[in-house]
T-cell receptor
């Protein structure tokens, strides 16, 4: 059974803290994605990666960075968490190429106090 | 930017009825996909329709695509309470990196 896992289901952090969200996939997918989901706004792409050590900005990269040192792992980093980064964060992966089905993790609900 | 716009935002029906959700988009696409999200969980892929296809079926799901109107619809026949979820359309503009642009979703509630 293919799987995308995320390090935490729920996370509470304080303003200014550095936050790491980790995503691991076991499908040998080349593409990996980080989204945030907010009520009324749908899913918005933060960053994506199409290969190890490669990354591309999505629609809302400000305040975030990413790391992909291994093919199966894609990390999202909040350098200095702020309250407006309170959200549901979803990781996904897909095969190389355009428009393939994306497989999603269960999500991490992050609250920044 | 949000390309897909779902309509309606919320839909409430009885078990056994059909549910129809619509999606409109603005730019040319390579394919359009529909996903389901159960409350507070990740998204699950339902069906993909390519730009040169007009209709596709998968079990109780039927998807249509009208590229001239830049719109798609998802029909769920004989709805069940377990179909209660949010449904999202997502468009791929043909980039090699597989980026999808998601709409805001339709919340479907199926009453037993």
């Amino acid at each position: 059974d293919v799987k995308v896992t995320q390090s935490s289901r729920y996370l509470v952090k304080r303003t200014g803290e550095k936050v790491f969200l980790e995503c691991v996939q076991d499908m040998d997918h080349e593409n990996m994605f980080w989204y945030r989901q907010d009520p009324g706004l749908g899913l918005r792409l933060i960053y994506f990666s199409y290969d190890v050590k490669m990354k591309e900005k999505g629609d809302i990269p400000e305040g975030y960075s990413v790391s992909r040192e291994k093919k199966e792992r894609f990390s999202l980093i909040l350098e200095s968490a702020s309250t407006n980064q309170t959200s549901m964060y979803l990781c996904a992966s897909s095969l190389r190429g355009g428009g393939n089905e994306q497989f999603f993790g269960p999500g991490t609900r992050l609250t920044v106090l | 930017s949000q390309q897909g716009e779902e309509d309606p935002q919320a839909l409430s029906i009885q078990e056994g009825e059909n549910a129809t959700m619509n999606c409109s988009y603005k730019t040319s696409i390579n394919n359009l996909q529909w996903y389901r999200q159960n409350s507070g969980r990740g998204l699950v892929h339902l069906i993909l329709i390519r730009s040169n296809e007009r209709e596709k079926h998968s079990g109780r799901l039927r998807v249509t695509l009208d590229t001239s109107k830049k719109s798609s619809s998802l029909l769920i026949t004989a709805s069940r309470a377990a179909d209660t979820a949010s449904y999202f359309c997502a468009t791929n503009g043909g980039t090699s990196y597989g980026k999808l642009t998601f709409g805001q979703g339709t919340i479907l509630t199926v009453h037993p």
